[in-house]
């Protein structure tokens, strides 16, 4: 889901609630640091739409390379919120899984080793990539305890999936040039076995948990 339609979405489903209830939710957690706006639809049902985002550091390894990722967590989200008993509820609705991270390999000793064979660093030049969800809108299903919509200053959490689909990896590395082509050639095949390692460590993460908590002033 691009940004443009998932803002249309956000704008016809507030225009369908009603404004005999609403609110605003700041919270943080597996999807970021975000915020949520509220209406009221019905006695048990409200609806939410919110954004969460966030920027970090980690590091990914397989076997043979060694990656440091910058991750950038983008996240708009349109939810429904059922509530039959009290303030706890069952979620569902879409986020767009518009996360990415990059990769960028680190030689070890001056060498990379890529799919069982060694390279030194400089024939490799710069071994990075990226790594985005598999679907960019992704069905959520959940279940918490609060509303955005409530009245008055109160908290809320969320606790659920997120099924983004198995993470798309892209990755590639520039032949250095006292690289002969035979073995850039070589270079470039075992990169893309490389590719497909990291796509198979990562494809755990086809379902993203996710884990939220804030606080929502209503009126």
Request: hydrophobic content about 40%.
């Amino acid at each position: 889901m691009t940004q443009s339609r998932f803002i249309v979405f956000a704008v016809a489903l507030a225009a369908t609630c009603s404004a005999s209830a609403a609110g605003l939710g700041l919270r943080a957690g597996s999807t970021g640091v975000g915020v949520d706006i509220g209406f009221g639809i019905a006695p048990t049902l409200s609806a939410r739409v919110g954004y969460s985002g966030l920027k970090f550091d980690t590091e990914v390894s397989t076997t043979d390379v060694n990656y440091t990722s910058r991750v950038k967590l983008s996240n708009p989200s349109g939810l429904l919120d059922w509530s039959p008993l009290g303030p706890f509820r069952i979620t569902a609705g879409i986020v767009g899984a518009n996360s990415q991270a990059d990769l960028t390999g680190v030689p070890s000793g001056g060498t990379f080793t890529i799919n069982g064979a060694t390279y030194q660093a400089s024939d490799v030049g710069n071994l990075s990539g990226t790594v985005k969800a598999g679907n960019s809108a992704a069905p959520y299903l959940g279940f918490g305890y609060g509303n955005v919509a409530g009245a008055g200053v109160n908290f809320y959490f969320d606790v659920g999936v997120m099924f983004q689909g198995s993470p798309k990896v892209t990755l590639t590395a520039n032949c250095g040039p006292a690289l002969p082509a035979g073995q850039c050639a070589q270079l470039q095949s075992d990169v893309a076995a490389e590719r497909q390692r990291v796509e198979d460590k990562l494809s755990k993460y086809k379902y993203y948990p996710v884990a939220n908590i804030g606080i929502t002033i209503g009126f």
